[in-house]
């Protein structure tokens, strides 16, 4: 038998023309029941569909404009037959549209199945069924809407699901998984098949948590090969706890190093002793420090160190929402930087770097 690609991060094109135009109504049967039957475990009752699926008929035959439910004989009450309902067109047009939005769901859900408890499943899924509005008899799905919300689950549980394995095997799980989408969205853009949304985010995030396992396992290798141990290993962290020193060193010495176009340092190392004993371990009563910098052009040069910083070690944290945990770094450490300046610019990246 020929092989052909799966539904699972995207869909052809042909596939809901057809679905869409009711061509191929029959042929999707069998998906139709799989998603409905999978539905229905999410909300984990048969009869919860049921009243979803009523709800959603009665908001669809109430949208349908008054002209045309004028000319209904069953709305009106005379008649009996269905070919004297008007109103049966226009839910089975919506119907057919609420199973397509139902199929992209479900099939969405069950690729990441392994990251949705019972009550979250219960949760989302009274989700979707809220972000949808009828207007003039027809349904409309608030799909970008939706699936920010399962997007933003899903990335937080990726990272949660990630953090709880030993390296190597995080290591190996990341390539198998970035492996497997990467070869499904090539095949899919040559046979012209659409991406589903979630998969994009998913993949940067793959890719993100593959070159944190790949730094910590390196880092980890410099440890073991004997490197003496950092003369701040004796205090605690109060910037970040996971966070070893060596790295926190290793990232700006490169100011003790590197001459400002006035030919000096931009910190001597008495003056980066003092930062790091300030800001990461937590020593009180040491004074702000100052650069050494040129009147003009090395604002953003400087600025941007700690921005490489915060790239490259946010992953400590277990999430990307310390932005501002690294821009205090800069702004209470060191004189001259008033914060809301720095965090408007924080992005800036200069034409040259350190």
């Known amino acids: 038998?020929?092989?052909?690609?799966?539904?699972?991060?995207?869909?052809?094109?042909?596939?809901?023309?057809?679905?869409?135009?009711?061509?191929?109504?029959?042929?999707?049967?069998?998906?139709?029941?799989?998603?409905?039957?999978?539905?229905?475990?999410?909300?984990?009752?048969?009869?919860?569909?049921?009243?979803?699926?009523?709800?959603?008929?009665?908001?669809?035959?109430?949208?349908?404009?008054?002209?045309?439910?004028?000319?209904?004989?069953?709305?009106?009450?005379?008649?009996?037959?269905?070919?004297?309902?008007?109103?049966?067109?226009?839910?089975?047009?919506?119907?057919?549209?609420?199973?397509?939005?139902?199929?992209?769901?479900?099939?969405?859900?069950?690729?990441?199945?392994?990251?949705?408890?019972t009550m979250e499943l219960r949760e989302l899924s009274d989700e979707f069924i809220k972000h949808f509005s009828y207007v003039d008899g027809t349904i409309i799905f608030k799909r970008k809407e939706f699936y920010n919300i399962i997007s933003t689950h899903l990335l937080l549980s990726i990272r949660e699901y990630y953090k709880e394995l030993n390296t190597d095997i995080a290591i190996k799980e990341l390539h198998k998984n970035l492996e497997e989408i990467e070869n499904h969205i090539l095949i899919a853009k040559n046979t012209n098949r659409i991406i589903l949304d979630f998969v994009k985010p998913q993949v940067k995030l793959l890719k993100q948590q593959l070159k944190y396992y790949k730094n910590k396992k390196e880092n980890s290798s410099k440890l073991d090969d004997s490197k003496p141990t950092s003369i701040y290993d004796i205090y605690k962290n109060v910037f970040c706890k996971s966070m070893p020193y060596d790295i926190i060193v290793e990232h700006f010495e490169i100011f003790t190093s590197k001459n400002s176009k006035n030919g000096e340092p931009f910190l001597t190392k008495k003056q980066l002793d003092l930062f790091i004993k300030k800001a990461f371990c937590g020593i009180p009563n040491i004074q702000k420090q100052t650069f050494n910098q040129a009147p003009k052009g090395e604002k953003f040069l400087i600025q941007y160190r700690f921005r490489e910083f915060y790239e490259n070690y946010w992953e400590y944290f277990g999430t990307g929402q310390v932005q501002e945990n690294f821009i205090k770094l800069l702004t209470e450490n060191f004189t001259n930087w008033e914060y809301e300046n720095v965090k408007n610019n924080f992005k800036t990246k200069p034409k040259k770097t350190i």
Request: proline share 2%; hydrophobic share 35%.
């Open 1 to 117: 038998m020929l092989k052909k690609i799966d539904n699972r991060y995207s869909i052809s094109k042909e596939e809901i023309a057809e679905f869409i135009n009711k061509k191929g109504y029959n042929h999707f049967i069998p998906h139709i029941k799989e998603s409905i039957d999978l539905f229905k475990t999410y909300v984990n009752n048969e009869e919860i569909f049921d009243q979803y699926l009523a709800y959603i008929k009665q908001e669809i035959h109430s949208s349908i404009p008054q002209n045309e439910i004028d000319k209904c004989d069953f709305c009106k009450g005379i008649g009996k037959d269905d070919k004297d309902k008007i109103c049966i067109d226009y839910i089975e047009d919506a119907y057919i549209d609420f199973i397509a939005e139902l199929t992209l769901y479900t099939t969405n859900i069950r690729n990441n199945i392994q990251f949705f408890n």
